[in-house]
Nanobody
């Protein structure tokens, strides 16, 4: 199993940007597909974005298309989520996880979710 650690969250004003990082700890995840999910207070966790193990395929939730970009750096063993034009509705704890299957069929396909990083977008 791959242990993942999220970082890069923080407080940002609406319209601003943040880049989240998902780094493997203990094991590499170059052979895994990686996805991001988020959970806001009082809401269920929802899918945000995913990238295939090869880095050539991506998938995004409709709510973030055109604003968020997922990428990966194999040398750094890290997956990134670049978030632009942030909205208050993006406020949530963001998590990343690895999956052995592609394309993603749902959050249940992902394993080894990290501890999450808080993103807060103010008006």
């Amino acid at each position: 199993q791959v242990q993942l650690v999220e970082s890069g969250g923080g407080l940002v004003q609406a319209g601003g940007s943040l880049r989240l990082s998902c780094a493997a700890s203990g094991r590499t995840f170059s052979n895994y597909n990686v996805g991001w999910s988020r959970q806001a207070p009082g809401k269920e966790r929802e899918f945000v974005a995913a990238i295939s193990w090869s880095g050539t395929s991506t998938d995004y939730a409709d709510s973030v298309k055109g604003r968020f970009t997922i990428s990966r750096d194999y040398a750094q063993n890290t997956v990134y989520l670049q978030m632009n034009s942030l909205k208050p509705e993006d406020t949530a704890v963001y998590y990343c996880a690895a999956s052995a299957v592609w394309p993603p069929r749902g959050l249940t396909d992902f394993r080894s979710w990290g501890q999450g990083t808080q993103v807060t977008v103010s008006s």
